[in-house]
């Protein structure tokens, strides 16, 4: 018999949320990659678009090691910039287990450096079912 696996979906993710029409924008995610439900972002500070935020400065996108958002949706940028409905600010709760983190990002002190700098935007990332 074949196993059917479903997407996160944003209730997965999102567990608490005081009212989505302050604490969600519409943003522009920068090209070059396919993002996931969950993804901590960074914004760039020249550009203003946002990306998966690296664990260090990345020349051309200074400023997105700031994690300060994460993604409510899946958004194929691979070709080109594309338009994301992310968690800006709070009050919101977020499901640890469905943070998506940019590759750079994989020591568990880096990611609880990660997830300091959400909750300085009022996104609180916490253990939930």
């Known amino acids: ?11 997965d993710l999102v567990k608490y949320e ?6 969600r924008e519409f943003v522009t995610l920068k090209s070059g990659a396919s993002y996931a439900i969950g993804a901590v972002l960074g914004k760039i ?5 946002y990306r998966a935020s690296p664990i260090a ?10 994690a300060c958002a994460v ?3 899946i958004v194929d940028a ?3 910039d594309a338009i994301g409905l992310i968690a800006a600010r709070g009050p919101i709760l977020l499901s640890k ?3 998506a983190y940019d ?17 300085s935007h009022g996104l609180v990332v916490r253990d939930t079912a």
Not at 18 to 23: A, F, G, M, N
Not at 57 to 66: F, H, K, L, S, T
Request: glycine content about 6%; aromatic content about 2%.
């Open 71 to 73: 993604l409510l949706e």
């Open 1 to 11: 018999m074949t196993a059917l696996t479903q997407n996160p979906t944003l209730g």
């Open 45 to 49: 500070t020249a550009s203003g678009k």
């Open 97 to 99: 287990d469905r943070l």
């Open 57 to 66: 400065e990345v020349v051309g996108d200074e400023g997105a090691e700031n």
């Open 78 to 80: 691979t070709t080109a």
């Open 18 to 23: 005081l009212e989505p029409r302050y604490s």
């Open 103 to 119: 590759s750079s990002v994989d020591l568990a002190a880096e990611k609880v450096a990660k997830i300091a700098q959400l909750a």
